[in-house]
């Protein structure tokens, strides 16, 4: 089955092969943007309760309301996991959010962002500007890439990668594949961590426990957490970890008060909470 979205009497609904027979549909006011870009359909809708949405291929990727559960534990659980992260990675995620997330830890140097398509960034700019505010950061260096080709090239450089994919259909599918893990890992520095988007374990059983496989062969500590986002299929996302050194369902270091009191999700708590799995799931990945 095609990916398609269309709105019905005002109303978007999701649907995907991905997570056959069931959607979410959000009232929509307004097309706000709509282009075909080189690699995808991008559009961004304000909806009626949920603020703005941004769409690829038809695929929810953040709505206003929910986004920052997403960001906020994609970037923290693995930053506050690591002792000391300096050089940061973050592939994906054209939107800004996990760039506004990562800038708010002083202790990181430089952040390297790679994104397949440039029109992502630009829509975000110009609709989305509380995440878009992430690339004004001195920190962030831009490179317009293939986030496969680009982290191949990369050596022994970052302390903390972060893939912030969109799901294994269309340009993202290859970011779900052992080879970009292989680079990654590569890519790594002696105590580097990596954080990826891990789908979903009701929905997506399958590439759960082929990213959970694939982590468990090629990192020494592994894990995987889950994140509630009310927006996404079934209403949660994974976050799948591997990490050259550090433990990761423990935070290596405190937060701040100042971070504290920016953030709406995460916290000391819910970094270890986030990786206690309901019991199919845990027996699942026990049996990888
Ligand atoms: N099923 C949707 C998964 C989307 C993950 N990426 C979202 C990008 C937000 N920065």
Same mark, same amino acid.
């Given at each position: 089955m095609k990916n398609y979205n269309k709105i019905k009497q005002g109303w978007f609904s999701e649907l995907c092969s991905l997570w056959p027979g069931i959607s979410l549909s959000l009232e929509i006011e307004e097309v706000l943007y709509s282009k075909k870009s080189k690699f995808q359909q991008i559009d961004i809708y304000q909806t009626k309760n949920?603020?703005?949405?941004? /769409?690829?291929?038809?695929?929810? +990727? =953040? &709505?206003?309301? $929910?986004?920052?559960? !997403?960001?906020?534990?994609l970037a923290h659980v693995p930053l506050f996991a690591h002792p000391n992260p300096e050089n940061v990675l973050v592939i994906g995620g054209g939107d800004g959010g996990i760039l506004r997330e990562v800038g708010r830890h002083d202790c990181v140097k430089t952040i390297d962002f790679c994104e397949i398509d440039e029109d992502v960034i630009l829509a975000s700019k110009?609709?989305? #500007? $509380? =995440?878009?505010?992430?690339?004004?950061? #001195?920190?962030?260096? @831009?490179? @317009?890439?293939?986030?496969?080709?680009?982290? +191949?090239? +990369?050596?022994?450089?970052? $302390? /903390?990668?972060?893939? $912030?994919s969109s799901d294994p259909i269309g340009p993202g599918e290859v970011l779900f594949e052992k080879p970009f893990y292989n680079g990654l890992k590569k890519a790594l520095r002696s105590n580097g961590i990596i954080a990826t988007q891990g789908e979903a374990f009701f929905f997506n059983k399958e590439c759960v426990t082929k =990213?959970?496989?694939? &982590?468990?062969? =090629?990192? %020494?500590? +592994?894990? !995987?957490? !889950?994140? %509630? /986002? #009310? &927006?996404?299929?079934?209403?949660?996302?994974?976050?799948?970890?591997?990490?050259l050194g550090p433990k990761l369902t423990k935070p290596g270091r405190d937060i701040s008060e100042k971070i504290q009191n920016q953030l709406k999700y995460y916290s000391p708590k819910i970094h270890e909470a986030c990786f206690v799995l309901p019991y199919f799931a845990q027996k699942m990945f026990e049996a990888i």
């Open positions: 949920h603020g703005k949405m941004l /769409v690829l291929d038809g695929i929810i +990727q =953040l &709505t206003e309301s $929910d986004e920052f559960a !997403y960001q906020e534990m110009k609709f989305l #500007p $509380d =995440l878009a505010c992430g690339f004004a950061d #001195p920190r962030v260096k @831009i490179h @317009i890439a293939d986030g496969n080709a680009w982290v +191949q090239e +990369q050596k022994n450089k970052y $302390d /903390v990668i972060i893939v $912030d =990213l959970v496989k694939i &982590t468990k062969e =090629l990192f %020494l500590v +592994q894990a !995987y957490a !889950y994140i %509630l /986002v #009310p &927006t996404y299929p079934g209403g949660h996302i994974g976050i799948c970890l591997g990490s």
